[in-house]
């Protein structure tokens, strides 16, 4: 099955996920628990968006606890740059709809700043299927950051197809479970 067919379906099965709520929760509180995040100075994080898992409360207590907080803006030509924000207030509508800053302070990346990554599926080994626009990829091919994919336990995979530019995260968090995956060992 090709990405394409595969996204079709990861969409469909995340859409008719139950109790949302409590998962996004259990999540946000991995995240937050996390060592890494915890020692980061920088954290470059998706707005959720549609029925992805919720980022709002991840902000919104980064931003509490005094991180430097950086959300994606899309860019022409499948570019993306993280902007810092103070507030969600500061996002609006913006390419294909999805909230993106409205402010101008480019974030930089830091020996210890991470990347919380969005994708329909994530394996055990790092290997993600994104929305197949490669705004990620072309973003972390550029760096060393830490890399961290968050998504509900049943939206992990056995295996998914990858092609030589995908590039592989290094943790997996879901409601159930961290995972340090073989890009990480």
């Known amino acids: 099955m090709d990405k394409k067919e595969l996204r079709k379906i990861f969409r469909q099965k995340r859409n008719r996920i139950s109790e949302k709520s409590e998962k996004d929760f259990k999540i946000a509180e991995r995240v937050l ?7 980061s100075d920088n954290i470059f994080i998706y707005v959720s968006y549609g029925s992805e898992t919720d980022t709002h409360l991840i902000i919104e207590k980064l931003l509490e606890s005094g991180k430097n907080v ?5 860019l022409e030509n499948g570019i993306m740059e993280f902007i810092y924000i103070k507030s969600l207030d500061e996002l609006s509508a913006g390419a294909f709809g999805i909230p993106e800053p409205s402010g101008n302070s480019r974030a930089v990346i830091t020996e210890d700043a991470i990347c919380i990554v969005p994708a329909y599926s994530f394996t055990e080994d790092g290997t993600r299927l994104g929305y197949g626009g490669g705004y990620y990829d072309r973003f972390l091919e550029k760096s ?3 890399t961290i994919g968050i998504c509900y336990d049943e939206m992990l995979s056995e295996n998914l197809p990858s092609e030589k530019h995908d590039i592989k995260i290094k943790t997996v968090i879901t409601e159930e479970r961290t995972v340090r995956c073989s890009a990480e060992r």
């Open 70 to 74: 950086a959300v994606p803006r899309c």
């Open 33 to 39: 628990d996390s060592v890494r995040v915890k020692n």
């Open 144 to 146: 060393e950051i830490y």
